[in-house]
């Protein structure tokens, strides 16, 4: 069948909306611009930054971790003599996108990207940490004015 799907979001942080902030609509559209396509290896995370311009023409620098890893819900079908035999994909076989995405008003891609990389981390090593207390100190972190000290 077709490898490529849609993509959808699992989860975000806040869950809701902050009043001066909304979360942008579409943004896993943003996500794969290529397609949310099913790989056969394992590939190396990417990273990139899409600049999204609201209608108020407010900027949304919103900053994409992409890794792949094992995929082990997948259902498959094999049609054997007119009846169909349902079976599991070995896991190791698929391997399925996943993206981590940082949206910000402000323009600092690389300390957006060592944020999504402490993030990443965390996640696939399975370190002992909330990821809801991560993100949440990420974002109480107080941002320098523009060519202050750091």
């Known amino acids: 069948g077709p490898t490529e799907g849609l993509g959808k979001i699992i989860q975000r942080f806040p869950q809701k909306d ?11 559209l943003f996500c794969q611009p290529g397609g ?15 600049v999204l311009t609201d209608i108020d023409s407010e900027r949304h620098y919103c900053s994409c971790l992409t890794f792949y890893e094992a995929e ?23 391997f399925a996108p996943k993206s981590l ?21 965390v996640y ?16 109480s972190c107080l941002v320098p004015a523009s060519g202050g000290s750091q």
């Open 36 to 50: 949310w396509q099913l790989s056969k290896e394992r590939k190396q995370p990417t990273f990139f930054v899409v």
């Open 124 to 139: 696939v090593d399975s370190l002992n940490v909330s990821l809801e207390a991560l993100i949440a100190n990420l974002c």
């Open 72 to 94: 082990i819900n997948l259902q498959g079908t094999k049609e054997i003599e007119g009846e169909e035999e349902s079976g599991l994909i070995p896991p190791a076989e698929v």
């Open 18 to 28: 902050w009043e001066d902030t909304p979360f942008p609509q579409g943004i896993e």
């Open 101 to 121: 995405v940082l949206v910000s008003r402000l323009d600092y891609p690389e300390i957006f990207r060592a944020c999504l990389g402490l993030i990443y981390t």
